[in-house]
């Protein structure tokens, strides 16, 4: 796939969705089999029928400076559609609701966010809190006598039109875009906000590696485990103590670990876990112990199985209590270690 989009956008000065919003621009001006692909899918998903002769247009500014990525006008200018292209920058201060009240002064229909489908959820979320919209279907968002506003991914657009442009002359300029929105959705940086440069956010996460240290402390005080020849570990996902079982054969990992925290489990997460290898004689960690794992299956207890050096660890969440003090909240965590030490 060919990143010549992608090259640009990481060597001048003007954004990646900048760039991204005038190359779909480009192709849904000069297809009209890509331009009525998408018009037919935003109208199935907003129950929205489009009159003829609309056109695009790119970042123009209302009244209050918004400016979105693009409208959809129909002969008269009017503006019928905002769309605002995304990767992973935050909202603005007129993101949505500016917006919103622009469509709603000039009868426009809607509102349409792109975004990487890995931020879907969270996007739908956010708007959706912010104009105090309801969610319907997840990324249907809507409210009485207002536009609906709809969030869709970068990868569902590319979908979308790819087969449709295969034997159009536009297609080579999608998969320039194709691979343009495929690197920047893997790239995961989200530009930095107020809150996290803040000391606040430095003192949380210290609070992350203090939680470890308490929980540790309390397994290694209650003869559950023991620390001897072992040391705390900085990482480059977090921070992690590491234990000996005191009645088995078996290391384990008190960790906050950001790695396991973005996968999570089942749609929860957590950014505690504790995580278990066997200890052969020699005090080398190996794989995780079999037994446990049936243990923790017959148990119904949630787990996640990942390499580390070439050997299986197994780990377990725990979970952090909300809205509680530090000592409740390591007590809690520290009991749900235990809990999982006493399979062993």
Same mark, same amino acid.
């Given at each position: 796939m060919s990143l010549l989009?992608?090259?640009?956008?990481?060597?001048i000065g003007t954004s990646a969705e900048d760039i991204a919003t005038m190359s779909l621009h480009y192709i849904l001006q000069n297809s009209p089999v890509a331009k009525e692909a998408l018009l037919n899918f935003i109208g199935t998903e907003l129950a929205i029928d489009f009159e003829q002769e609309l056109h695009f247009e790119i970042q123009s500014c209302g009244e209050n400076k918004e400016r979105p990525d693009m409208s959809l006008r129909n002969q008269s200018n009017d503006e019928i559609l905002l769309f605002e292209m995304k990767f992973w920058a935050g909202l603005t201060d007129n993101q949505p609701n500016?917006?919103?009240?622009?469509?709603?002064?000039? =009868?426009? /229909? @809607? !509102?349409?966010?792109?975004?990487?489908?890995?931020?879907?959820?969270?996007?739908s979320k956010e708007v959706a809190a912010l104009a105090e919209y309801e969610t319907q279907m997840g990324r249907l968002l809507q409210k009485k006598d207002f536009p609906p506003i709809l969030i869709m991914s970068w990868e569902e657009l590319i979908d979308l039109l790819e087969p449709r442009l295969q034997l159009e002359p536009f297609y080579n300029d999608l998969l320039q875009l194709k691979g343009l929105t495929g690197e920047m959705n893997n790239q995961d940086f989200r530009p930095f906000s107020l809150c996290d440069l803040s000391s606040d956010m430095a003192t949380?996460?210290?609070?992350?590696?203090?939680?470890?240290?308490?929980?540790?402390?309390?397994?290694?005080?209650?003869?559950?485990? =023991?620390? /001897? @020849? !072992?040391?705390?570990?900085?990482?480059?996902d977090g921070y992690c103590r590491y234990l000996k079982v005191e009645s088995s054969a078996t290391g384990i990992g008190i960790s906050y670990s950001c790695n396991l925290w973005q996968k999570g489990l089942n749609g929860k997460t957590s950014p505690f876990w504790i995580a278990f290898q066997a200890v052969d004689c020699d005090n080398n960690w190996c794989n995780y112990p079999a037994e446990l794992r049936c243990k923790l299956e017959s148990s119904g207890k949630e787990?996640?199985?990942?390499?580390?050096?070439?050997?299986?660890?197994?780990?377990?969440?725990?979970?952090?209590?909300?809205?509680?003090?530090?000592?409740?909240?390591?007590?809690?965590?520290?009991?749900?270690?235990?809990?999982?030490?006493?399979?062993?």
């Open positions: 989009l992608c090259h640009i956008a990481n060597s500016a917006y919103i009240e622009r469509l709603k002064k000039k =009868n426009g /229909k @809607g !509102l349409v966010f792109i975004c990487p489908n890995s931020r879907l959820i969270s996007l949380r996460i210290i609070d992350y590696y203090r939680i470890v240290d308490k929980i540790a402390d309390s397994l290694i005080i209650h003869n559950f485990c =023991n620390s /001897k @020849g !072992l040391q705390a570990s900085p990482q480059k787990f996640i199985v990942y390499r580390n050096r070439n050997k299986e660890v197994l780990a377990v969440p725990l979970y952090a209590l909300r809205n509680t003090n530090e000592y409740e909240t390591v007590e809690n965590l520290v009991k749900q270690a235990k809990d999982i030490i006493e399979l062993l």
